[in-house]
């Protein structure tokens, strides 16, 4: 039996055409100024022809590239997802033909809260020795159910994907994970429509669901250090997902933790849902920042709602 689940390599990708609040303000009626002043946000990444299938793979291939495995060695691909190229296949199965795997691969959808969800299935399949690498992948392509007409929301999210790959290891690696979901916020955020007619776009009550993410992951970001026995001092890194800087800014202060123990980079792609956590990751252990042995908080929130958090010996 595996004792721990370690990520061993890390990968994301952007696609290139940027979306700057200055372009969105010539549409609807926003300010590069408000926008910077309650999201934290400066702009977002727009695909054009690509699919979330493309960005999976770039991000993958680069995960796989710094983890130094043979792609065939791979057990498992999870890919989480809120926006699939197709109703089916999984998209995971279009990414596993794509970056020429032949493990089993499946689709998972937990909106912004996906990866984290993601990441803590494979950490079981890994426990429980029925898999030993394990590709996870967060992957979207938002711009597609974002209504561009509605700058009540399409200020706020973006295109991207972010990776990893995990690996079975006696040392260290996964120390917990929670996680947690509560239906009763259908109306809060969500996309309308289901599936019969029309492709739908995101619809949200973005009062009450901040207030509701920096209740909900501030408590559970005290409960992981307490459960786990590690005082916030010896934290290195929260690396949150990247909704709103106020929220994250807000979980760090209920954990003690400065805001330069923070990765932040929602102000260059704004919020990737399940992307957003391995985007944020990957540009912090390329950039230097994280480093092996130090300790990693995830936590994220996401439509239904559904949220978690991870505490990593990275
Ligand atoms: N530009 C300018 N003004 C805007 C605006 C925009 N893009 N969007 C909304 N406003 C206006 C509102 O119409 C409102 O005007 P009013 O007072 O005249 O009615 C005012 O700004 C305040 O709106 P409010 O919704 O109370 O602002 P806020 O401080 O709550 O910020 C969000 C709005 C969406 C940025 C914030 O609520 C948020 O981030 N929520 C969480 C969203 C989220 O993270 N969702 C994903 C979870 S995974």
Redesign the pocket.
């Known amino acids: 039996m595996n004792k721990f689940a370690r990520i061993i390599g890390t990968g994301s990708y952007l696609p290139p055409t940027v979306i700057t609040n200055d372009d969105?303000a010539k549409t609807?009626?926003?300010?590069n100024e408000?926008?910077v002043a309650?999201?934290g946000i400066k702009q977002r990444h727009k695909v054009t022809n690509e699919t979330t299938c493309d960005l999976a793979e770039k991000a993958a291939n680069r995960a796989l590239e710094m983890a130094g495995i043979n792609v065939k060695d791979l057990d498992l691909i999870i890919l989480a997802t809120t926006t699939a190229d197709k109703i089916f296949p999984a998209t995971a199965t279009i990414l596993q033909t794509a970056i020429g795997a032949s493990c089993p691969a499946f689709d998972l959808q937990s909106?912004?809260s996906g990866f984290i969800f993601a990441l803590t299935t494979a950490e079981q399949y890994i426990k429980a020795s029925a898999a030993n690498k394990v590709l996870v992948v967060g992957s979207e392509t938002l711009s597609r159910i974002v209504n561009w007409n509605d700058?009540?929301?399409?200020?706020?999210f973006g295109d991207g994907a972010g990776a990893v790959v995990l690996s079975g290891s006696d040392n260290t690696g996964i120390l917990y994970s929670k996680l947690f979901s509560d239906g009763k916020y259908l109306s809060s955020?969500q996309v309308s429509n289901n599936y019969i007619n029309e492709v739908g776009f995101i619809e949200?009550s973005?009062?009450e669901?901040?207030k509701i993410?920096v209740n909900r992951l501030s408590s559970l970001a005290e409960k992981t250090l307490k459960e786990t026995n590690l005082n916030s001092n010896k934290l290195d890194w929260i690396v949150p997902?990247q909704?709103?800087i106020?929220?994250i800014s807000a979980v760090a202060k209920r954990i003690k933790t400065p805001m330069n123990k923070v990765i932040v980079t929602l102000e260059n792609h704004g919020?990737t849902?399940a992307a957003s956590i391995p985007l944020a990751l990957d540009t912090a252990v390329r950039d230097g920042r994280i480093k092996r042995g130090d300790y990693l908080l995830f936590e994220?929130?996401?439509?239904g709602f559904s949220w978690g958090s991870i505490l990593i010996q990275f």
């Open positions: 969105l609807i009626n926003t300010t408000w926008i309650r999201t909106v912004c700058r009540s929301t399409a200020v706020l955020l949200m973005g009062n669901v901040f993410a997902h909704a709103n106020r929220i919020n849902s994220g929130i996401g439509a």
